[in-house]
């Protein structure tokens, strides 16, 4: 795997005037190193930095202060954006023009010609699942099939970074499970490349990204991998129970997360030793145990326990 990281960010700085003399600092002093080929998730409430930072990325806007490296390459270096496919939030077409016409079109603007780019339009299209939609009109494309185009367009020069902003957003839960799968194709068809994407939805970003990064009012809050993240987590367990008296419920389960259930009462354990405990009082009094089962970790929660300063709704976004 290339050592190169494939975004740098040191000390970057973004600051928009508002007025004569008022202005917002929406990215302050924000250092980062995504690795290359691992998909990264990027997660921060409205106002948080996230668009201002892919577009300084992309060299959309220029950074007040700081340095953007793409694998290497100054930002700002032409030769550096060509490493990049970039897939906005609402991505749009000439409703005119068919599936094919589209990649035809951007792949002759990529220098792509003839047979190769024949080749590389019917396998991209197969990849994303609009082969037999290739010859109709986009303009009867649905969210979800447009959404796929667009990834298709981004994948034609064989990118070594993609950027996705907010690629589920306005998806139907089928729709939102599709581009899941894709994203997940596209990683085990390019592993070298990188994937950067944003997203309000933590459930997709916990399935498909290696790590995380968390921005909150400009800055870096958190970057870590999942896996650490939740790793730090105690493991949580539901136990439900038959014929627990009153006073052995206040008594074992006190403060437990409890709720009533068809075959008995649930109850929301934290830790194995906590567990253990329980489970010992439970056989003395040889109350009766229906079942104990593993509970998923929430990324959502790591991430709130992981920055303390954070309310749970700057988290869960």
């Known amino acids: 795997m290339?050592?190169?990281?494939?975004?740098?960010l040191t000390e970057v700085s973004k600051t928009f005037k508002l007025g004569l003399f008022k202005s917002k600092k929406a990215v302050?002093?924000?250092?980062?190193?995504?690795p290359s080929g691992e998909v990264v998730g990027l997660l921060g409430p409205n106002g948080s930095g996230k668009s201002t930072t892919i577009k300084m990325i992309l060299g959309f806007l220029k950074p007040t202060s700081g340095e953007i490296l793409i694998c290497g390459h100054d930002v700002e270096n032409r030769w550096a954006r060509s490493f990049i496919g970039y897939l906005p939030?609402?991505?749009?077409?000439?409703?005119?023009l068919t599936g094919n016409d589209i990649l035809r079109y951007y792949g002759k603007l990529l220098g792509l010609h003839g047979l190769k780019l024949s080749k590389k339009?019917?396998?991209?299209?197969?990849?994303?699942?609009?082969?037999?939609?290739?010859?109709?009109?986009?303009?009867?494309?649905?969210?979800?099939?447009?959404?796929?185009l667009a990834i298709a367009q981004t994948l034609l020069n064989d990118p070594q970074l993609l950027i996705f902003d907010e690629?589920?957003?306005?998806?139907?839960?089928?729709?939102?499970i599709e581009m899941r799968n894709l994203i997940s194709t596209i990683h085990v068809e390019s592993p070298k490349s990188t994937?950067?994407?944003?997203?309000?939805?933590?459930?997709d970003v916990e399935t498909l990204c290696k790590s995380v990064a968390l921005l909150q009012k400009g800055k870096l809050k958190t970057f870590a991998s999942i896996d650490s993240l939740i790793a730090n987590e105690q493991q949580r367990y539901e136990v439900v129970i038959q014929n627990l008296s009153?006073?052995?419920?206040?008594?074992?389960?006190?403060?437990c997360p409890q709720k009533t259930v068809a075959i008995g009462k649930s109850f929301s354990v934290e830790g194995t030793e906590k567990l253990s405990w329980?489970?010992?009082?439970?056989?003395?009094?040889?109350?009766?145990?229906?079942?104990?089962?593993?509970?998923?970790?929430?990324?959502?929660?790591?991430?709130f326990r992981a920055n303390e300063g954070l309310s749970m709704s700057e988290v869960i976004i």
């Open 2 to 8: 290339n050592s190169t990281p494939c975004i740098t």
């Open 28 to 34: 302050d002093n924000l250092t980062l190193e995504i």
């Open 89 to 96: 939030e609402n991505p749009r077409f000439q409703k005119f």
């Open 121 to 148: 339009i019917e396998f991209l299209m197969d990849l994303v699942n609009l082969k037999h939609a290739c010859n109709e009109r986009v303009q009867g494309y649905s969210k979800g099939m447009t959404q796929r």
């Open 167 to 176: 690629p589920m957003s306005g998806l139907d839960p089928l729709g939102r």
């Open 195 to 203: 994937l950067f994407f944003s997203s309000h939805v933590l459930e």
């Open 246 to 255: 009153k006073e052995l419920e206040s008594l074992i389960f006190e403060k």
């Open 278 to 303: 329980v489970l010992s009082k439970l056989l003395e009094t040889q109350t009766k145990v229906i079942s104990i089962n593993g509970q998923r970790k929430k990324l959502e929660e790591a991430l």
